[in-house]
Nanobody, 122 residues
Framework: QLQLVESGGGLVPPGGSLRLSCAAS????????VGWFRQAPGKEREGVSY????????NYADSVKGRFTVSRDNAKNTVYLQMNSLKPEDTAVYYC???????????????WGQGTQVTVSS
């Protein structure tokens, strides 16, 4: 069964850090591009970052550029999203997704995780 599972969310004060994990089972994650998305209450889902397969080129939304870093650990079949200097506006449910096209548009991804809540608040 093909599955993605996110973990690492939680409550953190402004300026804090979290590392989200996206672990795959049933398939080799490095064969796919992986995107990170988030959705805050009352807002549309937005693309946060993606990392391509193979050489692993990456891209970031302007709102997180310089603060978030996406990376792969192929030995663990896992992709990470390191989030630093978190702001209250980063509060959302974060999802990872796998697909064959590296893009900020979620419609191009085939497999999705269940999401993990990130709350940035003092």
């Amino acid at each position: 069964q093909l599955q993605l599972v996110e973990s690492g969310g939680g409550l953190v004060p402004p300026g804090g850090s979290l590392r989200l994990s996206c672990a795959a089972s049933g398939f080799t994650l490095d064969d796919y591009a992986v995107g990170w998305f988030r959705q805050a209450p009352g807002k549309e889902r937005e693309g946060v970052s993606y990392i391509n397969n193979g050489a692993g080129s990456s891209n970031y939304a302007d709102s997180v550029k310089g603060r978030f870093t996406v990376s792969r650990d192929n030995a663990k079949n896992t992709v990470y999203l390191q989030m630093n200097s978190l702001k209250p506006e980063d509060t959302a449910v974060y999802y990872c997704a796998a697909g064959f096209i590296a893009t900020m548009f979620g419609d191009f991804y085939d497999y999705w995780g269940q999401g993990t809540q990130v709350t940035v608040s003092s």
